[in-house]
């Protein structure tokens, strides 16, 4: 007799979501049965068609920063995370990277995955840490790209918190947004050499207290 799993077991197997498992019950991609009790089983030899199918697992690479002096620290991101797709056997199909903002949503890179998450066209996002793709709401793209059968993989956990410069950068992101473009470049170095100095003040008070 063929072996059924249960729901979360198939989820694991197949690294999606709940959510995702069921879209593709109801599109007919995955043949279930349906017990006396109404519960879904999924015979194993679905999962193993399934996997088959992806033996290949198609990686995009996305790495970021904010400004463009820290072009070293992108190119450290994109090794780091390429080194990484090899030794888990990935394909990586495409490597995007942006300088910029993690709170500009109209990111060249960020829009192009985006594009390529909705076509199918990859199976795993790669990235170092969760605000290189966004410094908000990280969960609910997770949850998209999850409806999409596409899986995050965040390789090296939570940022540093030392990284200063970047918090510095989406400070003044935001800031000059909302003081808008017509901003004189006078005022705006103005505005960058005060938020660098509040910064420093805070971090001096953060070497205090730990002293």
């Keep these: 007799m063929e072996r059924l799993l249960r729901p979360k077991e198939a989820c694991q197997l197949l690294s999606i979501s709940y959510s995702t498992l069921l879209r593709w019950i109801r ?60 030794a888990k056997g990935y394909k990586v199909v495409e490597v995007l990277k942006d300088i910029a903002s993690g709170l500009n949503t109209q990111r060249k890179g960020l829009l192009k995955l985006f594009k390529l998450v909705e076509g199918r066209s990859v199976d795993v996002v790669l990235i170092t840490y969760k605000d290189r793709l966004t410094r908000f709401g990280f969960e609910y793209i997770e949850e998209l790209f999850s409806t999409m059968g596409v899986k995050i993989e965040v390789v090296l956990g939570e940022e540093p918190k030392d990284a200063t410069q970047e918090l510095v950068e989406d400070l003044i992101f935001i800031i000059t947004s909302f003081a808008g473009n017509g901003m004189r470049s006078h005022k705006k170095t103005v505005l960058v050499q005060g938020v660098k100095k509040l910064i420093g003040e805070l971090s001096g008070e953060d070497d205090k207290v730990k002293g």
């Design 27 to 86: 599109e007919g991609k995955i043949r279930v049965v349906t017990t006396e009790g109404g519960k879904y089983r999924i015979p194993y030899s679905e999962i193993k068609k399934y996997l088959e199918k992806r033996e290949e697992i198609r990686a995009v690479i996305y790495a970021r920063v904010s400004s463009s002096d820290q072009k070293e620290d992108l190119e450290m991101q994109i090794n780091y995370l390429t080194n990484y797709a090899t």
